[in-house]
């Protein structure tokens, strides 16, 4: 039984391999096919021809090596005297498919570093690409970037989330001038008239001030962010001058995930489970009025053995208790920063792929087209007033 399944296994191999021989076959014979169909049309006469609207004499062949994703495939490529060799198949020097690129540019955003590229492309397609091939392959990536930094905001942002993303309680380490620097990663993400999330933007600074979110507000407000209700982010107080400053007509929401936290952090261990079942129940209740309630229970009750808890959640209430006054059905989204936390995995996921950000910032996530929340109520809703 032994002896049978190495055979299978072994005719399995062979298979694959006279496969994948005949499938590279067939993309060599149709590329030298469409190469001298060029190559004809560059000379304006067929081989040994005489005729009065020859352009141009052929020079000969050479073999080029192409990568492409059923693995290396070896063309003979015509030329001509004047013009050289035709471009307009496989282009003039590269030499791998664009689906080749592709696949290297999408492997490169979901995680794979450039040294772990060689491994997955020797698997895939039997031969190994270099990390400067991967780097140069992957350029794209800031002609994406760029085109998101120019991008117009073209339709008006009701909601916007406001985040700055560290790694492991740390700052990021970036490629800045040469040298690998500690950066922090200054995210804008919007909720639009249409009810979709969109990645405004991102920046890369040195420190989480109010100088680097005024910039960032700054570039969003050139490219026409309008409209802005409400602004969803942590209460570090550079970005709230920032905010102040740029938009002033908006409300600041305080994320309640973050003060829940620096709540919690005034607790001893043992009592941080029943503690945090607390504020989650200020923070779900009906109206603002009724979270008021509900605080003044906790400090009354449990918050008599820990004084500094609930006048940590006293001096926050107001600032987390602002999506009080948007639609019913938004509350859960607009009143903590977590819609950016999957962006922020992905950043982190990346860093400790590579090891450092590149110079760059790299996109991560794309505008899916899934409504994210439903805006016609906004329009509707009638405003209640937030905790005094």
């Not at 005024?214 to 982010?233: D, H, K, N, T, Y």
């Not at 590579?354 to 329009?379: C, I």
Request: proline content about 4%; glycine content about 6%; hydrophobic content about 35%.
């Amino acid at each position: 039984m032994e002896e049978i399944a190495q055979f299978a296994a072994a005719a399995q191999e062979e298979i694959r391999h006279d496969v994948g021989w005949l499938f590279r076959g067939a993309i060599r014979v149709i590329l030298e096919c469409l190469l001298e169909q060029e190559v004809k049309e560059m000379v304006g006469a067929r081989r040994y021809e005489r005729l009065g609207s020859r352009k141009d004499h052929l020079n000969g062949t050479y073999l080029r090596r192409l990568l492409t994703s059923m693995g290396s495939v070896e063309l003979t490529v015509p030329r001509t005297r004047q013009s050289g060799s035709p471009s307009g198949v496989v282009g003039r020097y590269k030499r791998r498919t664009e689906d080749m690129d592709r696949l290297m540019t999408t492997a490169y955003v979901q995680g794979v570093s450039t040294r772990d590229m060689t491994k997955l492309s020797k698997a895939l397609m039997g031969e190994g690409v270099s990390r400067s091939t991967v780097s140069r392959a992957t350029k794209v990536l800031e002609e994406q970037v760029e085109a998101l930094r120019r991008s117009p905001i073209d339709k008006p942002v009701p909601y916007l989330y406001l985040d700055a993303t560290f790694l492991d309680a740390t700052f990021l380490d970036a490629r800045w001038a040469r040298s690998v620097e500690n950066v922090s990663a200054l995210v804008a993400y919007g909720v639009d008239s249409s009810g979709h999330r969109r990645l405004l933007g991102i920046s890369i600074g040195t420190e989480e001030s109010e100088a680097s979110w005024s910039e960032l507000l700054g570039q969003l407000c050139e490219r026409g962010l309008s409209g802005v209700e409400l602004v969803i982010a942590d209460e570090h107080r550079g970005l709230a001058n920032a905010v102040r400053r740029q938009l002033p007509e908006a409300r600041r929401q305080r994320c309640t995930v973050h003060l829940e936290r620096n709540v919690l952090s005034k607790v001893p261990h043992r009592l941080r489970a029943r503690v945090a079942k607390q504020l989650r129940s200020i923070f779900d209740a009906p109206s603002a009025a009724e979270a008021k309630t509900r605080l003044h229970e906790f400090a009354s009750g449990l918050g008599r053995q820990l004084p500094e808890a609930p006048r940590c959640l006293e001096q926050g209430l107001s600032a987390a208790t602002q999506f009080y006054a948007f639609p019913k059905e938004h509350w859960i989204r607009i009143r903590s920063t977590n819609g950016l936390e999957r962006l922020h995995g992905e950043i982190k996921r990346r860093i400790r792929s590579v090891g450092a950000f590149p110079d760059h910032p790299r996109p991560v996530s794309r505008r899916g087209r899934r409504r994210y929340l439903e805006m016609s109520s906004l329009k509707k809703t009638t405003a209640e007033k937030p905790i005094a």
